[in-house]
């Protein structure tokens, strides 16, 4: 089956967008975030992005149908949250499915959420206030061998992750200009967090900590390095004990990966998976499914381009023995 095979959405009923997915009882559970339309202009802080609730697909196999399964959870039943539910995640312990979410609180911030279901399509019951520590967005949860559970989030711009670095909430000029409250040119550029943990999964075990990508010298990825650095979106995948860290650089619309050998890092920058689709933004899983690897993305072809209004995809992708992941372009087998 040619990757061209592949090259449709999942679904065309509605917009979806930021896949997260995992294989729960033999399947193929994707979560993405379900783009609406609506009037906003779009801006670089993604205002136009006004999501409000999830719904939960799947695939019983590989070219077997996508099934939606409705509405898993909405904005009015999030205590805490205020607006635009972003990319989420989801994981499976002690018998339950949780699912994460970002959102705005009362005031404004981004925080992460956590929700609870006995079954993993929901609905999702929310826990009454966001994961204490959490800030900024796109939170993406892995689980070792050993059992440890990590969350990895952080999103530029829009995502507020430059306004945490003194470890609270810091307003400044990213309000009018975006971007410009980060590091700049030759400075480090600004890393995903992470926090084990609880096995409750719904609480941290350890403080955030900022998750270090170092260049090929061992040098930390340059904030003016807008190929490499970055920007949001990050996936865990573990491929022959090595731990592989992928992300999204943003406004240069590429999907990278780095490697290390712990799941704390440091990770140290390896090359493209996808190069850039059809639409601002690009945001992905890597998933492995039946002895095969895949890569959940999504991209704006539904909607003739039109930024805020996307759709799920997915192909094979290559994976060499010592972890080197093909690079592809995304119209291409």
């Known amino acids: ?114 929700a609870v279901s006995d079954k993993p399509m929901g609905p999702f019951k929310a826990e009454p206030d966001y994961i204490q520590g959490t800030f900024s967005i796109d939170p993406a949860v892995f689980t070792d061998d050993d059992n440890q559970s990590y969350m990895y989030w952080g999103g530029l711009w829009g995502g507020q992750l430059e306004k945490w670095q003194t470890g609270s909430f810091v307003p400044g000029e990213a309000d009018i200009t975006v971007g410009s409250d980060g590091p700049q040119g030759d400075e480090p550029a600004l890393g995903p967090y992470m926090a084990e943990m609880n096995d409750d999964m719904v609480s941290f075990k350890t403080k955030p900590v900022e998750i270090k990508i170092l260049d090929e010298s061992g040098e930390p990825i340059k904030a003016g390095d807008t190929d490499r650095r970055y920007f949001e979106g990050p996936c865990m995948h573990k491929f022959g004990g090595k731990y592989y860290l992928s992300y999204s650089t943003g406004d240069t619309h590429f999907l990278v990966y780095a490697e290390g050998d712990n799941p704390k890092g440091p990770f140290t920058y390896k090359g493209r998976i996808l190069e850039p689709v059809i639409g601002w933004t690009t945001h992905h899983y890597i998933v492995e499914f039946k002895d095969k690897w895949y890569l959940f993305y999504h991209d704006s072809s539904l909607s003739d381009g039109k930024t805020p209004l996307r759709c799920v995809k997915f192909r094979e992708i290559q994976i060499e023995a010592d972890g080197t992941i093909k690079t592809m372009k995304p119209y291409e087998d």
């Not at 609506?38 to 205002?47: L, P, R, T």
């Not at 799947?58 to 409705?70: E, F, I, K, Q, T």
């Not at 970002?102 to 911030?109: L, N, R, S, T, V």
Request: glycine share 8%.
């Open 1 to 114: 089956m040619g990757n061209s095979e592949f090259n449709k959405p999942l679904v065309t009923h509605i917009y979806t967008a930021d896949p997260s997915v995992h294989v729960f009882e033999g399947k193929l559970y994707i979560y993405p975030s379900h783009d609406l339309e609506n009037d906003g202009v779009d801006d670089d802080k993604g205002d136009h992005f006004k999501m409000k609730d999830y719904h939960v697909l799947s695939l019983d196999d590989v070219g077997a149908p996508c099934v939606d399964h409705g509405e898993a959870l909405h904005i009015k039943d999030v205590p805490w949250a205020s607006e635009q539910m972003w990319a989420p995640d989801a994981a499976f312990k002690n018998g339950k499915y949780y699912f994460y979410f970002p959102a705005k609180d009362k005031e404004g911030k981004f925080r992460i959420g956590a």
